[in-house]
């Protein structure tokens, strides 16, 4: 079993700053990708940024110069430093895995519960 919990989320008003974290744990041999999604009422879930095993990152452009995306691989664990919050960026965030449980089962489908973050105007 393989277990990703998230924290960090809350309320802010515009113009201000979260930092999520997402801490993988169970069975894990190792970690490749990890990334985060959100999904805002009403509307499809959609990447927001994600990170490989080494330090090749990828981020949604309407976030692109306000978070950053980070792990620590000790720790089996992503932060999503998100800075200049806008009203829009307003959704559930969920943390994503791909990993190993062993050396030879792979899977990407490894979610966390969510995380609910509010940007007020």
């Known amino acids: 079993q393989v277990q990703l919990v998230e924290s960090g989320g809350g309320l802010v008003q515009a113009g201000g700053s979260l930092r999520l974290s997402c801490a993988a744990s169970g069975r894990i041999f190792s970690i490749n990708r990890m990334g985060w999604y959100r999904q805002a009422p009403g509307k499809q879930r959609e990447l927001v940024a994600s990170i490989n095993s080494g330090t090749s990152t990828n981020y949604a452009d309407s976030v692109k110069g306000r978070f950053t995306i980070s792990r620590d691989n000790a720790k089996n664990t992503v932060y999503l430093q998100m800075n200049s919050l806008k009203p829009e960026d307003t959704a559930v965030y969920y943390c994503?895995?791909?990993?190993?449980?062993?050396?030879?089962?792979?899977?990407?489908?490894?979610w966390g519960q969510g995380t609910q973050v509010t940007v007020s105007s």
């Open positions: 994503n895995a791909g990993l190993w449980a062993t050396r030879w089962e792979y899977d990407d489908n490894y």
